[in-house]
C-alpha cells in the first residue's frame, strides 16, 4: 500500500482539497509525498500554492483525482476512484460541458434539471431506446422505463420505478415521459386508446394537484403511485393510481411568488367564456385564496389555453360536460368562500354580515341555504353525555374553520377525482403484470419543519433503507454469481431512526397517546419526548435554546422539528355541522356525491390549520378496506403510517429502478450547477451512499478480454500464454502486490477502489515511455537524415558554386575578345556611318539650297507677271470709276444750272401775270382772236356743211373703221398694260438686282468669315478627331473591358440560372418525392387497414364458429358470384371494411363484439335472399335464353353452315399452299446441304426470297382468315352473352334496359345487321381467295420451274459427288461457267452493254468460286475424316441405326436423293389457354404453393408473371372481360395472402416483387401504347392486347408493387437491425486501435467480437446474399438499385443515431474505425457496380460525423473547416457529437466548451430541422422504371414441375 501510495502522490498528481465556496477545489502536488511529511505542498488551478496540512493523527491524505480520461463517464462507478469530489466534477462536467442531464450512479439514474426544453423526447428518441440493453446507450429516462419494460417480459416480475427529488427537481417530468415511453412502446392490448388515457391523467393531476413555488413553476404537492397494467402480451390495459400527501394548506394560504393549484387560475383566465358565467368568476386577483402570494401569472404560460387541455382530457377520461361543469362549480365556491368576511362581534364571538354576496354566491353553486351557512360558519356543537350546546367561536376560529372547511371540500374534490380517473383507466381484461411509478417528496429541511416535513422525510427514511436493501442485495448477487469470496459489507442502516418514528414509544405513538388526552398540548408531547427518547436513542437529541422542538439524525441530514401545530395536524377535525350542511343539499348532486362516504372513510381527509409549518397534507383515503366508526378516529400520522406501510409491500414485492431528481441551483437557471445544493441533495437522495457501498466492496469489473485488450501494453510478449484468463492472473499478480485489491471471478476481474487509477498511470506511463522511446529513435533518425541532407546539400552547393565560378570565368574571357572584336567593328562601322552621314547631309544641303534659288527666281517671275495683270486690271478699274464719277458730276451739273434758269423764268413769268398791262395786252388779242373766231365759225359752218354731207357718207364707213379702231385700240391698251407691268418688272428686277448685289457683297464677307470659321473648324475638328481617336481607343478598351465583364456576367448568370434551374429541379424531384411519399405511405396505411380488417375478420368468423358449430362463413373472394364482381367494387368493399375496421378498432369490448355478430348475421342473411333473388334471375334468364336461342338458330343455321364450309375450303386451300412450299423449301435446302454449303446461285436466293415472301403473305393471309373467324366467333357470342347479360339484369333496377331488350323490332334489327356483316365478310374472304387463286398459279409455275431445275441441279450434284476431287472441282467450275455463260447469252440479246460488265462480274464470280470451292473441298474431307472416326465408335459401342438410315459413310459416297416428308408445325401464339374453373388451381399451384427457392434456381426469372401474362393475353384474345378481371383480381389477392403469410421471408417477398414488377412491364410493354412499345419486335408487337385496356390495373398492380416493396424493406430492416451496430461500431475491424475504456455497473456491450457476436463481414455477407438473391429473382436493376440505396441509408441511420447516443463511441479511434467500415461498403458497393444508385449519398452523415470525431476542434480555422464540412449534419448533431467527443487515451484532448459555442455561432443562421436523430422509419419512395424484356412468350416453356398441365399453348 505505501509503495502505490508513494507512487500516486507524486509531483504533478492531482488531488481534491475541501472548499467552503466550491465543497471541493482541485489542486496539484508540487513536490512528492513522503510519509513523514507532515503537509502537502500545492498548487491551485489559478496558480495559487498553498501548504495543505495533514491531520498528525489520522494522516489521511486527500482524495485524489481521476484520470481525465474518466471524467465524464456515463456511470459514476466505472470512476476509479469512488468519493465525493469525483461524482461532483463528473456531474459538474456532464451537466455544464457536455449538456448531460442524465448520469448512471450503479442502479440509479441521476437527473439533473436543466430548466430548458431539450430535444431528447421525441418519438425518434423513444425508437432509439426501444430494444436496447440500458449500458449500450448514454443514460436516459427511457433507458430506464425500457429496463423495467425488458424485466417485466423477461423475468414475469412487476417493476417500479421510484422518482424522488426535491421540489422543481423535475420529478413529474421524469414521471411523465417515463409513463409515455410505456404507452408508445408498448401500444394498447384493445383498440381503447387506453395509453392515450393513461397520458391523459397527466395534465389533469397537473392542474389540480400542481401549484407554482419559489423553487419550481409546476411543483407536484402531493405523492402518487400509478401502477400501470399490461397483459400477458405485455400491451396496456389500464392504469391506477395511489396519491399520498396532498397540500391542502396550499387551497388556503401562499407564501410570496407562488400560487395556489393551477386549477384556481384556469377558470379565472376563462371566466368569460358563455358556460361560465353562472360561477361569477373575475380575475384571480380578486379572489384571497389567489391572490396572496402575489404572482397569479406564471410567464411563457396561457392558462385558458391550459383549461382547454384539461377539459379535453375529462371528455377523454369519459368525464361528461355536466360532472365538468359540476366541478368548475365546487372549485369557484370555494374561491367565492375565501371571499366570505367575518367580523368581530365580540371577543367571543363573530358574525357574517347579511347578504354577503360572496356567500350568497356560494351558496347558490353548492345549493345550501344561506342562513345555515353563515350559522355554522360562526358557530359550532358541543356535546357532552347528557346535553348538546352551540357554542359562538370567536373571529380567528371562524376564519380557521372557514379555511378548514375549503381546504376538506377541495380534498374531497381531488379523491372523486382520482377516483374517476381510475375508473377511466380499468379495463375487463385480464391484468398479467405492472410497472408503478412513485413520484413522491425528496427529503425535506427547511428553516421551520412541521409535521408534513416530518412524514416526508420518514417516509423517505423508509425509501433509503428499501434501497439500501436493494443495492446490497444486488451487490451479494453479483459476488455470487462470480463465485468469489465476499465478506458483509458494512453500509448505514437508517433502521435505527425508523425505530425512533414508527416503535412503541416512538415518536408516533406517543403524539397518537398524546391527542387522546383531553388536555394534550404541544409542550406536554415534547416533554414526553425528552424523558423517552433523549437518553436511549443517539438519533434524538434537543434543541439547547427550545424547549418546543427535537432534532431527528436523519440518514441525509439532521433536522429540527418546531412542536407547535403537530396535535392539531395529527388530529385534523373539521365542524361536522358545517358537513351536514353540505350533505343537505338538494341542487347540486356532485357535492352530495363527495361527501356520501364520509363515514366510509378510512382516513380523515380534512385538516385543521394550524399557524407552524409551510405546508399542510392528507391521506388519500384506502377504499379497499372496510373499518368500523372507531378507525374512523385514527389520527393522520396513524394513518400515514399504514399507508407508507402498504406502499413498502407493494414496492418490496416489485424490482425497483431508482430516479433520483437533482435540482442544479434555486434561482431557476438554465445549466446553472451550485455544488453546494447538488452536494446536499446528492447526500440526501443516497447517491452518495451507493457510492459509498460500491466503493466498500469490488466497484471496477472487467471481463479477461477487456482487460487483456486494455492492459496487453503491460505485458511482456513470455507473459501471452493462449488462455487469457491465466495470463491476466500472471500479469495482476506481478503488478499488484496486495491480492486484497483484487478478485478473480469466472468472467471478471474486481478490483478495489482506486486500482483501475493505479493501472492506468502504470499504462500510461508505459505508452509514455514507449512514445519517449519511439520518439527519441525518430528524432535521431531525423537528425541524421537532416545531417546526411545538409552534407550532400553542402557538397552539391559547393560543386554547382565551383563550376558556376569556373563557368564565369570562361564566360569572362570569351566576352573580353569577343568585345575586343565588337569594339574594332563597331568603332569601323561608327567612322562610315559618320563619313556616310556627311556627305548624305553635304548633298542635301546641296540640293536643298540649289532648289530654293530655283524656287526663288520662279516666284520673282511669277508674282512679277502677275502684278502686271493686277496692274491692268486696277488702272482700267480705276479709270472706269473716274469716267464714271465724271459724267456723274457734269450730269448732276447740269441738272442743277437748268433747275436754276427754269426757277428764275418761273419767277418771272409770275410777276407778269399780276400787272394791268399784261391784262390789256392780253384783251386786244382777244377781240382779234374773236372776230377771226366768228369768220372762222362762218367757214367752219360751211365747211361743216360740207363735212356733214361727208360725214354722212363717211359715217358709215366710219362705224366700220371705228369699230376697227377700237378693237385695235383695245389691244394698244393691253400692250400698254403690259409694258407697264413690264416696266413695273424691271424695276422691280432692278431693285432685285440691286438687292442681289447686296446680298452677294454680304454672301462674301459671310463666305470669308465662313472660311476662316471653316478652317479654324477644320483645325478644331483635327485636334477633336486626334482626341476622339484617343477616346475611341480607350472606349474600344473599355468596350472590351465591358464585353469580357459581360461574358463574365453572362457566365456567371448562366452559372447562376444553372444552379437556379438546378435547385429548382432538386426542389421539384424533392417534392415529387414527397408526394410520392405521401402516396406510398397512404398505401402502407391501407394495407395496414386491409390487415386489420382481414384479423378483425377471422376474429369475428372465429368467435362465430365457437358459437355456430355448424356454420363456416365462406370467403366473399372466393365466393361463386365472384365473377359477377368489378375490380371497383372490391376496391370499393375494401374501403368500406376498412372504415369498418377503422369503427372496430375504436374498441373491442363484449357490447361492441355482440353488435358485430348481430350485424354480420344480418349481412349474411341478406346475402342469402340475394342468392334466392339471383337463382329465380338465373332460373328465368335459361328460360328466355332458350326460347331466343331457338329463333336466332333458326335464322342463322343455313348462314354458319355456308360460312363453315368457306371456312374449311380456305383452310384446306392453306394446308395444301403450306404443304407444298415446305416441299419445296425442303427440297432447295437439300440441294444446298448437297452442295456443302455452297451460296447458290442469284436466281435460287430470288427464288427463295419469293418463296419467303409467299410464305409470309400465305401466313398473313391465314392470320387474317383466323382473326375474321374468331370475330365471327365473338360475334355470335356477344349476341349470346348480350342476350345473357339483358336477360340476367332483366329484374335489376335498370328498367330502361330491359324494356329495351323486350323490343322485338330491336332484336330482329340487331340480327339484321349481324347478317349484312357476315356477307360483307363473305365477299371479303371471296375476294381474297381469288387473289389467292391467281398467286397460287402464278406460283405454281414458279415452282415447277424451281422443281425441274432443282432435279437437274440434283442430278448434276449427284454426278459431280461420285467424282475425285480434282476432276469434282472441274465439273462443278465447268458447270457454273456453262450457266453463266448462258445467262450472259441471255443478258447479250438483250443489252451488249451490259454484256461487256457481266463478263467482268462472271470473271470475278468464277475465281471466288474456285476458291470458295477448294476450301468447300477441304471442309468435306475434314468432315469426312470425322464422320468415320465417330461411326466406327459408334459401330464400338454397339449402337444400331433405324430403319432408313445411313451411315455416315454412305452419306458421303452415295449420292443423296432429297426425300420431303410433309410436317405438321405449329406457330405458337405465347398464349395459354385455361378453363374458368381452373382458376383457382392456376392461383394456387403459381402463387399460394410455389417455392421461391427452386424456381429462383431451375427455372427463368419472371416465369409466374410471363405465365400469368400469356394466360391474361388468352382471355383478351377471347374478349372475354370476365376472365380478366377474375383472373387479376385473383391474383391480387393471392399475393397478398402469400405475402401475409410469408412477409417475413426475404425470399419470398423478393420473388413477388420481381414477378410482381414484370408482370406490371408486360402490362405495358404488350398495352399497344407507343410510349411502351418503342423497344419491342414485330413479333412482340403481334402479342399485344387488343380488346381491353388495363391502365386502371397497371395502377392497382404498381400499388402492389410499392406495398411489396415497402415489406421487403421493412424484411431486410429486421434481418440487418441487430447488425448495424454490433458490426459497425462496435467491432474492432482494425484491432488495437480503440482500447476498451473502464466501464460501470452498467456494463456496455463490448467492443471485442466474441463468438456470435455481428461483425463487418456479417453486414456485408448479408448484403452479398441480398443482392444475389434480388438478381436470381430477375429483379429489375434499378429496383436493385433503389433497395440498396434505402438499405445503406438504414444503415447510415441506425449507426449514426447510435453514435449520437452512445458517448462511450465519440472519439477519435472509433472515428477511424468508422471511416475504415465505410470504405469497406463502398467497396462492395463498386464490386456490385451500384455507385451510382446514390446509396453513398446516404452515408454522407455518417462520414462526417467521423471525420467530425478524427479532425482538430481547437482554433476557428478548425471551426470554419468543420462548419463547412459537416453540411449534411444538423446544427444539434454537430453540437452532439463536440459534447460527446471523449478521449480514449491521455494524449487526446478534450472539446472546450468556447469552441463549441464557436461552432453554435457559425451554424446559427442555418436553416435546418431541430431533430437530433434521422428518422430510421423513412423509406424513399420507390419508382419502377418501364424495363422491356426481350424474351418472346411463344418460346416460353412451362416446367412440368408447376403443375400446370391443365394449360394450353396456343
Known amino acids: 500500500m505505501n509503495r502505490e501510495l508513494e507512487y500516486m502522490f507524486v509531483q504533478s498528481a492531482r488531488v481534491w482539497i475541501p472548499d467552503a465556496e466550491e465543497v471541493w477545489k482541485s489542486a496539484e502536488l508540487t513536490k512528492d509525498y513522503k510519509n513523514d511529511d507532515a503537509s502537502l505542498q500545492l498548487m491551485l488551478e489559478d496558480g495559487t500554492t498553498i501548504d495543505h496540512k495533514l491531520d498528525p493523527k489520522t494522516k489521511n491524505l486527500p482524495y485524489l483525482r481521476n484520470p481525465d480520461i474518466l471524467v465524464g463517464e456515463n456511470d459514476l462507478t466505472a470512476l476509479s476512484y469512488l468519493h465525493e469530489p469525483a461524482v461532483l466534477h463528473n456531474l459538474k462536467v456532464r451537466f455544464i460541458d457536455s449538456k448531460l442531464i442524465y448520469t448512471y450512479c450503479g442502479i440509479v439514474l441521476v437527473a439533473i434539471n436543466p430548466y430548458e426544453t ?8 423513444i425508437n432509439a431506446y426501444s430494444g436496447q440493453n440500458m449500458g449500450d446507450m448514454d443514460p436516459h429516462i427511457f433507458a430506464v422505463a425500457e429496463e423495467a419494460y425488458k424485466q417485466m417480459a423477461r423475468d414475469e416480475r412487476n417493476q417500479s420505478i421510484i422518482v424522488s427529488g426535491e421540489s422543481g427537481a423535475g420529478k413529474t417530468v421524469s414521471a411523465k415521459y417515463a409513463m409515455r415511453y410505456f404507452a408508445t412502446v408498448s401500444g394498447s392490448a384493445s383498440e381503447a386508446n387506453v395509453e392515450e388515457k393513461v397520458l391523459a391523467s397527466n395534465p389533469i393531476m397537473e392542474a389540480i394537484g400542481n401549484a407554482k413555488t419559489t423553487r419550481n413553476d409546476n411543483s407536484s404537492r402531493f405523492g402518487k403511485y400509478i401502477e400501470i397494467g399490461f397483459d400477458n402480451r405485455y400491451r396496456i ?63 411563457g404560460v396561457d392558462d385558458a389555453k391550459e383549461l382547454r387541455t384539461t377539459r379535453h382530457a375529462f371528455t377523454l377520461l369519459g368525464i361528461n360536460e355536466s360532472y365538468q361543469i359540476g366541478l368548475f362549480q365546487v372549485l369557484a365556491a370555494i ?150 469470496p465476499w465478506t458483509l459489507i458494512d453500509f448505514y442502516d437508517n433502521q435505527p431512526c425508523i425505530n425512533l418514528i414508527e416503535a412503541k414509544m416512538g415518536i408516533l405513538d406517543l403524539l397518537d397517546e398524546e391527542c387522546k388526552m383531553p388536555k394534550g398540548s404541544d409542550d406536554s408531547w415534547a416533554q414526553k419526548l425528552y424523558n423517552t427518547h433523549l437518553k436511549t436513542c443517539s438519533l434524538f437529541e434537543k434543541p439547547r435554546m427550545s424547549n418546543r422542538a427535537f432534532i431527528i439524525q436523519h440518514f441525509a441530514d439532521k433536522v429540527e422539528y418546531q412542536c407547535e401545530g403537530f396535535l392539531e395536524k395529527n388530529k385534523d377535525t373539521v365542524n361536522e355541522e358545517q358537513i351536514h350542511v353540505l350533505k343537505a343539499s338538494k341542487k347540486f348532486n356532485l357535492l352530495v356525491e363527495l361527501f356520501q362516504d364520509e363515514e366510509k372513510a ?95 466492496g469490488f466497484p471496477s469489473r472487467w471481463t479477461y478480454q477487456e482487460f487483456f485488450s486494455r492492459y496487453r501494453v503491460l505485458m511482456k510478449q513470455k507473459d501471452v500464454l493462449p488462455d487469457k484468463k491465466l495470463t491476466c492472473k500472471n500479469v495482476l499478480e506481478k503488478l499488484v502486490q496486495d491480492q486484497d485489491k483484487y478478485q478473480f471471478g469466472k468472467t471478471k476481474i474486481f478490483f478495489r477502489a482506486g486500482q483501475v487509477a493505479y493501472l492506468e498511470k502504470l499504462r500510461a506511463d508505459k505508452l509514455r515511455a514507449a512514445c519517449i522511446r519511439i520518439q527519441k529513435t525518430i528524432r535521431c533518425w531525423l537528425a541524421r537524415k537532416k545531417y546526411l541532407r545538409q552534407r550532400s546539400a553542402a557538397i552539391t552547393i559547393q560543386r554547382f558554386t565551383r563550376g558556376y565560378q569556373a563557368r564565369c570565368l570562361a564566360k569572362f574571357m570569351r566576352r573580353t575578345q569577343a568585345a575586343t572584336i565588337i569594339q574594332k567593328y563597331q568603332r569601323m562601322c561608327v567612322e562610315r556611318k559618320r563619313f556616310r552621314q556627311k556627305q548624305a547631309a553635304a548633298l542635301a544641303m546641296q540640293t536643298i539650297l540649289r532648289a530654293y534659288m530655283a524656287r526663288q527666281k520662279y516666284q520673282a517671275l511669277l508674282r512679277e507677271h502677275k502684278a502686271v495683270i493686277i496692274q491692268k486690271h486696277v488702272r482700267g478699274w480705276l479709270a472706269r470709276c473716274w469716267y464714271k464719277r465724271c459724267l456723274e458730276a457734269i450730269v448732276y451739273l447740269q441738272c442743277c444750272i437748268r433747275r436754276m434758269r427754269a426757277k428764275r423764268e418761273l419767277k418771272k413769268l409770275k410777276i407778269e401775270a399780276r400787272s394791268v398791262e399784261h391784262f ?95 478652317q479654324k473648324y477644320r483645325d478644331e475638328m483635327e485636334k477633336m478627331v486626334s482626341e476622339l481617336k484617343d477616346q475611341n481607343g480607350l472606349l474600344k478598351k473599355e468596350k472590351d473591358d465591358l464585353n469580357r465583364m459581360i461574358q463574365e456576367q453572362s457566365q456567371q448568370m448562366t452559372e447562376k440560372m444553372t444552379r437556379a434551374i438546378a435547385q429548382e429541379t432538386q426542389q421539384l424531384e424533392t417534392d415529387l418525392n414527397e408526394e410520392r411519399s405521401r402516396y406510398q405511405n397512404l398505401l402502407t396505411e391501407h394495407l395496414r387497414l386491409e390487415e386489420k380488417y382481414d384479423d378483425l375478420k377471422e376474429e369475428l368468423a372465429q368467435s362465430k364458429n365457437v358459437s355456430k358449430p355448424g356454420h363456416r362463413r365462406t370467403d366473399s373472394t372466393h365466393s361463386s358470384n365472384e365473377s359477377e364482381y368489378t375490380y371497383n367494387s372490391e376496391y370499393a368493399e375494401l374501403e368500406d371494411g376498412s372504415r369498418v375496421g377503422e369503427d372496430v378498432t375504436r374498441g373491442m369490448d363484449t357490447s361492441l363484439t355482440l353488435k358485430l355478430q348481430k350485424r354480420v348475421t344480418e349481412l349474411e342473411q341478406e346475402k342469402q335472399s340475394l342468392r334466392n333473388e339471383l337463382e329465380n334471375r338465373e332460373e328465368q ?42 416441299e419445296m423449301r425442303q427440297s432447295l435446302l437439300g440441294g444446298a446441304a448437297a452442295r456443302a454449303g455452297a451460296p447458290g446461285s442469284p436466281a435460287y436466293k430470288v427464288l427463295l426470297d419469293q418463296l419467303n415472301a409467299s410464305c409470309e403473305e400465305l401466313q398473313v393471309r391465314k392470320e387474317e382468315v383466323l382473326i375474321l373467324r374468331s370475330q365471327l366467333v365473338s360475334q355470335k357470342e356477344a349476341l349470346h352473352h348480350k342476350d ?89 467450275l465447268q458447270h457454273e461457267i456453262t450457266r453463266l455463260t448462258n445467262e450472259n447469252l441471255e443478258l447479250l440479246a438483250d443489252d451488249p452493254t451490259a454484256s461487256r460488265e457481266a463478263r467482268v462480274i462472271i470473271l470475278r464470280r468464277m475465281v471466288d468460286l474456285m476458291e470458295q470451292l477448294e476450301k468447300q473441298d477441304r471442309t468435306i474431307r475434314k468432315l469426312k475424316k470425322q464422320l468415320k472416326v465417330y461411326s466406327k465408335r459408334i459401330g464400338e459401342m454397339g449402337a444400331g441405326h433405324t430403319e432408313g438410315q445411313t451411315s455416315p459413310g454412305q452419306m458421303v459416297e452415295e449420292p443423296i436423293h432429297p426425300v420431303n416428308i410433309p410436317r405438321r408445325e405449329k406457330d405458337f401464339q405465347g398464349m395459354l389457354e385455361y378453363k374458368k374453373e381452373d382458376e383457382m388451381k392456376l392461383v394456387k399451384n403459381l402463387i399460394l404453393e410455389l417455392k421461391p427457392r427452386g424456381v429462383a434456381v431451375n427455372l427463368i426469372p419472371g416465369l409466374p408473371a410471363y405465365i400469368l401474362f400469356m394466360c391474361l393475353r388468352h382471355s383478351d384474345y377471347v374478349n372475354d372481360d370476365q376472365k380478366v378481371r377474375t383472373l387479376l383480381t385473383s391474383t391480387i389477392n393471392s399475393i397478398k395472402k402469400i405475402l401475409k403469410k410469408r412477409g417475413d421471408d426475404f425470399e419470398t417477398v423478393s420473388f413477388w416483387l420481381a414477378n410482381t414488377c414484370r408482370f406490371l412491364h408486360c402490362l405495358k410493354q404488350y398495352s399497344g401504347d407507343e410510349v411502351f412499345m418503342k423497344h419491342n419486335t414485330s413479333r412482340q408487337n403481334e402479342h399485344c392486347l387488343s380488346n381491353f385496356d388495363l391502365a386502371e390495373y397497371r395502377q392497382v398492380i404498381s400499388d402492389l408493387a410499392i406495398q411489396i416493396y415497402q415489406q421487403l424493406v421493412k424484411c431486410m430492416e429486421n434481418i440487418l437491425q441487430p447488425m448495424i451496430v454490433s458490426g459497425m461500431l462496435e467491432h474492432e475491424t482494425i484491432q488495437g486501435v480503440s482500447g476498451v475504456k473502464p466501464t460501470g455497473l452498467r456494463k456496455r456491450t463490448s467492443s471485442i467480437a466474441d463468438e456470435g457476436t455481428y461483425t463487418l463481414d456479417s453486414i456485408l455477407r448479408q448484403l452479398s446474399a441480398f443482392h444475389s438473391t434480388m438478381c436470381q429473382h430477375g429483379t429489375d436493376p434499378e429496383l436493385i438499385k433503389q433497395v440498396v440505396k434505402q438499405l445503406f441509408y438504414i444503415i447510415g441511420a441506425v449507426t449514426l443515431n447510435n453514435l449520437l447516443l452512445r458517448k462511450d463511441m465519440c472519439s477519435w479511434s472509433k472515428g477511424m474505425q468508422i471511416r475504415y467500415n465505410v470504405s469497406q461498403l463502398e467497396e462492395w458497393l463498386r464490386d456490385k457496380g451500384l455507385m451510382n444508385c446514390g446509396a453513398k449519398e446516404t452515408l454522407e452523415p455518417l462520414i462526417q460525423a467521423a471525420q467530425l470525431l478524427q479532425v482538430k476542434k481547437k482554433t476557428d480555422e478548425d471551426a470554419e473547416a468543420i462548419c463547412s464540412m459537416c453540411h449534411a449534419l444538423t446544427t444539434a448533431q454537430i453540437v452532439k457529437v463536440l459534447n460527446l467527443y471523449t478521449p480514449v487515451n491521455e494524449f487526446e484532448e478534450r472539446v472546450s466548451v468556447s469552441f463549441i459555442r464557436t461552432i453554435q455561432t457559425r451554424l446559427r443562421d442555418r436553416c435546418e430541422s431541430p431533430q437530433l436523430l434521422m428518422d430510421t422509419k423513412m423509406i424513399y419512395p420507390v419508382t419502377f422504371p418501364f424495363n422491356p424484356s426481350s424474351l418472346a412468350l411463344e418460346t416460353i416453356q412451362i416446367p412440368t414441375s408447376l403443375n400446370l398441365s391443365f394449360l394450353t399453348r396456343v
Not at 397540500?247 to 410570496?256: G, T, Y
Not at 403690259?978 to 454680304?1002: G, I, T
Not at 381467295?1329 to 448434276?1356: F, I, M
Request: aromatic share 8%; net charge positive; glycine share 4%.
Open 602 to 696: 378510512t382516513t380523515p381527509t380534512g385538516q385543521v390549520p394550524g399557524t407552524g409549518g409551510r405546508t399542510r397534507l392528507s391521506i388519500k383515503p384506502d377504499k379497499g378496506r372496510d373499518t368500523s366508526s372507531k378507525e374512523h378516529k385514527k389520527t393522520v400520522g396513524c394513518q400515514f403510517r399504514n399507508s407508507l406501510q402498504m406502499l413498502m409491500e407493494t414496492l418490496n414485492a416489485t424490482t425497483p429502478h431508482y430516479v433520483r431528481c437533482i435540482k442544479p441551483n434555486d434561482f431557476k437557471l438554465a445549466f446553472s450547477f451550485d455544488p453546494k445544493r447538488a452536494v446536499q441533495q446528492l447526500r440526501a437522495c443516497g447517491v452518495l451512499e451507493t457510492i459509498r457501498i460500491s466503493a466498500a
Open 1284 to 1372: 345473357e347479360k339483358e336477360t340476367m339484369t332483366e329484374p335489376s333496377v335498370f328498367a330502361q334496359d330491359v324494356n329495351k331488350l323486350k323490343d322485338a323490332d330491336e332484336l330482329k334489327q340487331a340480327y339484321v345487321g349481324l347478317k349484312d356483316t357476315n356477307r360483307l365478310l363473305e365477299q371479303q374472304l371471296q375476294t381474297q381467295r381469288r387473289t389467292y387463286d391467281s398467286e397460287v398459279e402464278s406460283l405454281r409455275g414458279e415452282l415447277q420451274n424451281v422443281k425441274e431445275e432443282n432435279n437437274r441441279q440434283q442430278q448434276l450434284l449427284a454426278q459431280n459427288l461420285q467424282l475425285p476431287p480434282e476432276a469434282r472441282i472441274e465439273a462443278s
Open 237 to 299: 390495459i389500464g392504469a391506477n393510481m395511489r396519491t399520498y400527501l396532498l397540500e391542502k394548506s396550499r387551497v388556503v394560504f401562499q407564501a410570496d411568488e407562488e400560487r395556489n393549484y393551477h386549477i384556481f387560475y384556469q377558470l379565472c383566465a376563462s371566466a368569460n367564456q358563455p358556460e361560465f358565467k353562472n360561477l361569477r368568476l373575475s380575475t384571480a386577483n380578486d379572489f384571497l385564496y389567489t391572490r396572496q402570494g402575489r404572482s397569479p401569472v406564471i410567464e
Open 335 to 484: 374561491l367565492h368562500l375565501g371571499n366570505v368576511e367575518i367580523k368581530d362581534r365580540d371577543s367571543d364571538s363573530s358574525l357574517i354580515a347579511p347578504n354577503n354576496r360572496h356567500l350568497t354566491a356560494f351558496c347558490e353553486l353548492v345549493g345550501v341555504t344561506y342562513q345555515d351557512m353563515s350559522q355554522w360558519l360562526c358557530h359550532r356543537k358541543l356535546k357532552t353525555a347528557t346535553e348538546t350546546y352551540i357554542k359562538p367561536l370567536p373571529r380567528l376560529q371562524a376564519t380557521n374553520a372557514r379555511d378548514a372547511l375549503s381546504k376538506h371540500i377541495y380534498a374531497k374534490l381531488f379523491n372523486w377525482i382520482v377516483e374517476h380517473v381510475n375508473k377511466a383507466l380499468v379495463t375487463n381484461i385480464k391484468q398479467h403484470s405492472f410497472i408503478g411509478v412513485l413520484d413522491i417528496y425528496g427529503f425535506e429541511t427547511f428553516e421551520i419543519n412541521s409535521f408534513e416535513q416530518f412524514c416526508i422525510n420518514y417516509a423517505n427514511e423508509k425509501l433509503q433503507q428499501q434501497f439500501n436493501m436493494h443495492v446490497f442485495k444486488l451487490e451479494q448477487e453479483e459476488y455470487m454469481k462470480e463465485q468469489i
Open 1181 to 1222: 334468364f335459361q328460360r328466355a335464353r332458350a326460347r331466343d336461342d331457338a329463333q336466332f338458330r333458326k335464322a342463322r343455321g343455313a348462314e354458319l353452315e355456308y360460312e363453315s364450309l368457306k371456312r374449311q375450303e380456305l383452310e384446306s386451300e392453306n394446308k395444301k399452299l403450306r404443304h407444298n412450299l415446305a
Open 920 to 1014: 390789256k395786252k392780253l384783251n386786244k388779242g382777244m377781240e382779234n382772236k374773236i372776230m377771226q373766231l366768228q369768220r372762222k365759225i362762218d367757214e367752219q359752218n360751211k365747211d361743216n356743211r360740207v363735212i356733214s354731207e361727208r360725214l354722212v357718207s363717211l359715217e358709215s364707213s366710219y362705224a366700220s373703221e371705228s369699230e376697227r379702231m377700237r378693237g385695235e385700240l383695245g389691244r394698244l391698251r393691253g400692250v400698254e398694260e403690259d409694258a407697264k407691268n413690264k416696266a413695273n418688272q424691271v424695276s422691280s428686277l432692278l431693285e432685285e438686282l440691286e438687292k442681289l448685289r447686296k446680298e452677294l457683297s454680304v454672301t462674301q464677307q459671310e463666305k470669308k468669315t465662313i472660311e476662316d470659321w471653316a
Open 118 to 125: 431539450l430535444p431528447i423526447y421525441g418519438t425518434d428518441i
